[in-house]
């Protein structure tokens, strides 16, 4: 963590962590983002969702001054990122969509890199084990595969500790493993304060993740999607159950489980702990013949608002 | 500016060291080499005189008035030919500057290359400044090495040399070198695509190998216009150690080719003044306006530029 943005103040919880105020970013002939607003907390980690082409990767060029709004601005802790450029990439590690390593560099050579103009003192061989690539740490990064050359992007993101992580589609390319890698570090960012935004249109890791989902579609702003909400999970099982199992009170996430009508119903921080739930029931020897989830799940919001953006007339 | 904005000795070392680091190609030391066999070949083979005063040979700039000069003199001019000369650095070094500068930005902006580095916290005009040295270090490395091979033939053959001369000389070459590479980085800056930059570079590097020189001297009347092309500053200052020996102003009246290797010039003095405007200090004025003010555009340029096409 650099500090910088707490100990100047900036890091005041009533100043967002990112900031987008009405952004509105046209190419020669289309609109990529129109008057898009978005404001996340400090802590935060924000999901934006939305199709190919939605102008998820245009909102974070802006962020990160890649791109130039035609209207609007975008902030990080305050800092204008045209204007105060410098200021929003010393607390800011990114990777962009299309992260592109030096062919004749190895991965520690980008490492050290990052590290000298970052002034960080840590050594490169710390960043490069976090994201699983100490075997590859002397091996030119043009020889890498997609999946290293995104974690090595990822390494260079979190030199510096950075307080604000963006991250244009970290998925985009990994196996399952180096998934689940790049999602145990975006958690353990958010574990030591940073605030996390990242993009993508894979809706299992954003349910996973984020505290919010802005859903971008057509360059618009549609929706935002609170995923921390609780989830009210119904579930019939075989044997039907004479008792409330202590282990699905034990389950992170579970706030309370009940016995309705032989009908297990558990209280969830989130609709995703519905899988722990699940699970442990089938660890304890139940069958599960069916779930009922109460609430509207990610998933079909997302698909309400892809359908709804549809043009009929095109389709 | 605040300190944090003010640039940082480590972070500029660290970019050089970087970028030095990408030099690591296969290319770089067979251009080295090829610089050397040039050298040695000039210096070996082009270093003749013909025996007749107030001959001069492959160049305007060296009259051979006094006897006791036919010695390293030559062989250091021997680079110099302002004729159309494949043997002169004269028309090669502007080929080093420009390849090495031209993809510096376009190249690495079409690739997603610069938000790798332009991401970072570190003025955008730092990276530049840091990107140029590390490749004007590779450009004088690339210069120097096979002048120093020179200057150990030349002294092997000739038993009078001016090191201090020499150095001079050497200095300039690389300063000409630089100026190109500054031109290189610019046009890098400028261009929308990789194909576009290489365009302009070769109609540059076309313009480059018009001679210039003899119609500056022959007063020609655009002159004043072409003083200030960075081949006319590079001539002026390679040559300043030799201001005793030669004038600046000469007319040519007689020009035999002997052979398309070997051109011999004979000259008349229309003044033993040397005009203020051929002097070395506008030289090395122009030829540093030449190294910073394109690089300086191109810093400009690209703090204002979008790093993605859409």
């Known amino acids: 963590m650099t500090g910088e943005s707490r100990t100047d103040g900036t890091s005041d919880e009533t100043i967002p962590a990112i900031e987008f105020d009405g952004v509105t970013k046209e190419f020669t002939g289309r609109t990529a983002i129109d008057g898009v607003s978005i404001a ?27 791109l130039r709004p035609t209207e609007g601005s975008a902030r990080v802790f305050g800092h204008d990122s045209q204007t105060d450029e410098l200021a929003v990439a010393r607390v800011t590690g990114s990777l962009p969509e299309g992260f592109t390593p030096y062919d004749t560099l190895t991965g520690r050579e980008h490492l050290e890199f990052v590290c000298g103009v970052r002034e960080d003192d840590t050594p490169p061989g710390e960043y490069l084990e976090r994201v699983d690539l100490a075997d590859a740490a002397d091996q030119r ?126 209280e969830c921080e989130r609709a995703r702990d519905r899988g722990v739930v699940v699970s442990t029931i089938v660890e304890a020897g139940y069958a599960v013949l069916d779930i009922d989830t109460e609430g509207v799940s990610l998933e079909e919001t997302f698909t309400d608002v892809v359908d709804r953006d549809v043009d009929p007339s095109t389709s | 500016m605040t300190d944090a904005d003010r640039i940082r000795p480590g972070v500029v070392r660290t970019i050089v060291v970087t970028e030095l680091r990408r030099f690591k190609r296969p290319w770089v030391p067979l251009a080295l080499l090829v610089w050397i066999l040039v050298s040695v070949w000039r210096t070996v083979y082009g270093a003749e005189t013909d025996g007749t005063p107030e001959v001069i040979s492959s160049t305007a700039y060296v009259v051979r008035v006094n006897p006791e000069t036919s010695d390293a003199m030559y062989a250091v001019f021997e680079y110099l030919s302002v004729w159309w000369h494949v043997n002169s650095i004269h028309l090669l070094v502007p080929l080093v500057g420009l390849v090495l500068g031209y993809e510096l930005i376009v190249t690495e902006r079409e690739r997603g290359r610069l938000q790798t580095s332009f991401l970072l916290p570190a003025r955008r005009s730092t990276m530049i400044v840091g990107w140029y040295i590390a490749r004007g270090v590779v450009l004088a490395v690339v210069l120097t090495v096979p002048l120093v091979v020179g200057w150990v033939l030349i002294t ?64 020609d009347p655009l002159y004043q216009l072409q003083l200030l092309d960075p081949r006319h500053a590079y001539l002026t200052v390679a040559t300043a150690p030799y201001e005793h020996l030669f004038p600046r102003l000469h007319t040519n009246v007689a020009h035999d080719v002997y052979n398309w290797e070997s051109t011999r010039w004979r000259t008349t003095f229309t003044s033993e003044e040397i005009p203020a405007y051929l002097s070395w200090p506008v030289g090395v004025a122009i030829l540093l306006s030449w190294i910073v003010l394109p690089l300086v555009y191109a810093a400009r340029n690209v703090a204002d530029t979008e790093l993605v096409s859409q």
């Open chain 1, 40 to 66: 996340v907390r400090p802590g935060e980690i924000y999901g934006l969702l939305g199709p190919n082409g939605a102008g998820k990767t245009t909102a974070i060029g802006v962020l990160l001054n890649v």
């Open chain 1, 141 to 266: 990064a043009g020889t890498y595969s997609r999946g290293m050359t995104r974690r090595l992007g990822l390494a260079m993101a979190l030199v510096g500790d950075p307080d604000v992580l963006v991250l244009d589609e970290p998925f985009a390319g990994l196996d399952p493993t180096s998934a689940q890698l790049v999602r145990s570090l975006v958690c353990e960012q958010r574990a030591g304060g940073s605030t996390v935004l990242f993009s993508s249109h894979q809706l299992a890791h954003v349910q996973e993740l984020c505290d919010r989902v802005g859903i971008l579609s057509a360059g618009t702003l549609v929706d935002e999607h609170i995923l921390s909400e609780t989830a009210r999970i119904s579930i019939t099982t075989d044997p039907p159950l004479s008792d409330v199992p202590r282990e699905i009170l034990e389950c992170d996430g579970v706030t309370e489980a009940t016995l309705e009508s032989e009908r297990l119903v558990v």
């Open chain 2, 156 to 219: 092997s053959r000739f038993e009078t040399g001016d090191p201090v001369a020499y150095a001079i000389f050497t200095v300039a070459t690389v300063g000409y070198g630089l100026a190109w590479l500054s031109i290189g980085v610019a046009v890098s800056a400028a261009a929308q695509s990789a194909r576009q930059a290489a365009t302009v570079v070769a109609v540059l590097y076309c313009y480059q190998l018009v001679p210039i020189h003899h119609l500056i001297v022959s007063g």
